[in-house]
Each structure stands twice: as structure tokens, then as C-alpha cells.
């Protein structure tokens, strides 16, 4: 197909349709999102400035955490501020190259996020496994130079999505049954051929989440074997208490992400369409909304920055 035909068959904006077969309900629906947009945001803002601020947290963990906490809050306003416009006031239209906007970093981040819980698998790894090198390994430098290559990555990765949607001629319509531009659900709008997006999608998720979740087995098989040989029992629980956060964000990230996936490929005819998108819509809203409380219940130097923070705060009010 020629170019020509191909930009006559683009269509000027998309309408997402939210939630499919649940339109009557998308008030109801909006409800939770929102409240779990405005933790949050609130949860993750508030670890940023806390890591910022207390001295005892300028260490790699907590840098990693902030660099965590940043990209789940931009991921979620990537998507919810729209989303919410959608369900509370019907405004359903997105301009085509916003939608592809709005896919990239989406996928972006979604990969950046990946890509920092590996580097906190790693981190564990070395504070564990080689706990007297571990300053001297994870300089600032290298958290900084560690972060670019993650973000990069996702970058060169995700940015062909962009080109393999737009090349397509969008002849059935412009109506997206979702509440946000995800590759595949665009993609799917098409009348042409989107083997090539199916296929790249695939290896893209293999590339990025594939090799993050390889690097992460064999961090903890390592600390695993790490923390069995320790003599003491106290050791072997104080050393596995410092993974615990990690393996709940783990948990967290990649099963709602995992089933998004696969449904998305090969699950459409069993699962209800409208249980795929509030999935899809939960594995980008349950990270950024239970990391900052897991992190915040299960360390015990962030529980004592808030505190020290909050009273602090009540001193300057007493003295003014």
C-alpha cells in the first residue's frame, strides 16, 4: 500500500471506549482508581522527599527505591488523569500521535520499572554476598550510569512501537475498547497486518522482561545459597528480612503483568474482555500504590525517617 493511501486511511484521533460492556458502571469503577491514584501519588512523592532528605537513607537501596518510586508515579499519570476523564466526563477522544504518546511511554516505563527491580535484585546480591566490597561496588556513579542504561534500553526498545503502529492503515474505525493506547489494542483497530507488531511485542517483553527476571533468579539463587551457609539463625533471618520488600514489589509487578501479557495473545476467547482491561488497568495502578506501603511497613529505617520527619515537623510548628 502506498504512502499516500496509507495517511488517507490515518485517523486524526482515537476514542477510547473505556471499559467494554461495563460503560453504565464507569463511575463506580473510577472510584478505587482514583483512590489508589491519590496514594500514589502521596506514598511515592512523599518516599522521594524522604530519601532526599534523611541522611541514614543516602545509601544504594534507598536510591534505587526513589528511582522506583519515580517511575511508578509517572507511569500511573501517564494513564489515570485520562482514564478518569473517560469515566467521570465522557471525553473519550485522543489525538493519534498523543495515542502513540501515551503508548510509548506507557511501555517505557512499564520496562523501566522492570528494569529497576533487577537492579535491586542486584543490589541485594552484593549487599549480601559481598557485604565488606559493597560501598566500594555500588558507588553513586554506577547507580547513576546502572539507571541511564536502564532507561535507554527501554527507550530503543519501545520506540519501534511507534513506527510499527503508524504504519498501519486504520480502515475499521478509530473506537478502542480500553482506557488508555496499549501497542496491541491500537494495533488491533488496524485492517492491515500486525504480525510484525504481534511479533516484536513478544520479543520486546522477552528482551526486557525475560532478561530482567533471569537476572533476578540468579541473584536469589545466589543469596539463597548465600544465606543457608550462615551459621547463625539470627544472620540467616536478619539477611532474608532485607529481600522481603523486594520479593512482595516482585510479586506485585510481574504476575498482573504476566497475565496482561498472555491474555492479550492468547487468552481473548476465555477471558471477558472487560476482566482484561481492569487487569491491564491493575497492573499498572497495584505497583505505584502498594510499593510505597510495603517499603514503608517492611523497612525499618524508612518507618523511622517518617517518624523522625514528623516530628520534626511538630517541633517548627511548637516554636512558631
Not at 544504594?60 to 501517564?78: E, G, H, I, K, R
Not at 516505563?109 to 560501598?135: F, N, Q, W
Request: glycine share 6%; proline share 5%; hydrophobic share 50%.
Amino acid at each position: 500500500m502506498s504512502g499516500a493511501n496509507i495517511s488517507s486511511l490515518t485517523p486524526g484521533f482515537f476514542i477510547l471506549n473505556g471499559v467494554p460492556g461495563l460503560e453504565t458502571a464507569h463511575i463506580w469503577i473510577s472510584l478505587p482508581f482514583c483512590f489508589m491514584y491519590i496514594i500514589a501519588l502521596v506514598g511515592n512523592c512523599g518516599l522521594i522527599y524522604l530519601i532526599g532528605h534523611e541522611e541514614a537513607l543516602h545509601r544504594p537501596m534507598y536510591y534505587f527505591l526513589a528511582l522506583l518510586s519515580f517511575t511508578d508515579v509517572t507511569l500511573c499519570t501517564t494513564t489515570v488523569p485520562n482514564m478518569l476523564c473517560i469515566f467521570w466526563f465522557n471525553l473519550k477522544e485522543i489525538d493519534f500521535n498523543g495515542c502513540l504518546a501515551q503508548m510509548f511511554f506507557v511501555h517505557m516505563l512499564t520496562g523501566m520499572e522492570s528494569g529497576v527491580l533487577m537492579l535491586m535484585a542486584l543490589d541485594r546480591y552484593v549487599a549480601i554476598c559481598h557485604p565488606l566490597r559493597y560501598a566500594s561496588i555500588l558507588t553513586s556513579a554506577v547507580i547513576a550510569k546502572a539507571g541511564l542504561a536502564t532507561l535507554l534500553r527501554g527507550v530503543m526498545l519501545i520506540f519501534p512501537f511507534t513506527f510499527l503502529t503508524k504504519r498501519l492503515p486504520y480502515c475499521r474505525g478509530n473506537f478502542i475498547p480500553h482506557t488508555y493506547c496499549d501497542h496491541m489494542s491500537v494495533a488491533k483497530v488496524s485492517c492491515g497486518k500486525v504480525k510484525v507488531n504481534a511479533i516484536y511485542g513478544l520479543l520486546a517483553a522477552l528482551l526486557i522482561g525475560g532478561f530482567d527476571i533471569f537476572c533476578i533468579s540468579m541473584s536469589y539463587t545466589m543469596i539463597l545459597r548465600a544465606v543457608v551457609s550462615l551459621s547463625s539463625a539470627d544472620a540467616r533471618q536478619k539477611a532474608f528480612s532485607t529481600c522481603t520488600s523486594h520479593i512482595c514489589a516482585i510479586v506485585i509487578t510481574y504476575v498482573p503483568a504476566l497475565f496482561t501479557i498472555f491474555t492479550h495473545r492468547f487468552g481473548e476467547k476465555i477471558i471477558p474482555p472487560h476482566v482484561h482491561i481492569i487487569i491491564a488497568n491493575l497492573y499498572l495502578m497495584l505497583p505505584p500504590t502498594l510499593n510505597p506501603i510495603v517499603y514503608g511497613v517492611k523497612t525499618r529505617q524508612i518507618r523511622e525517617g517518617v517518624i523522625k520527619l514528623l516530628f520534626k515537623e511538630k517541633d517548627i510548628l511548637a516554636v512558631k
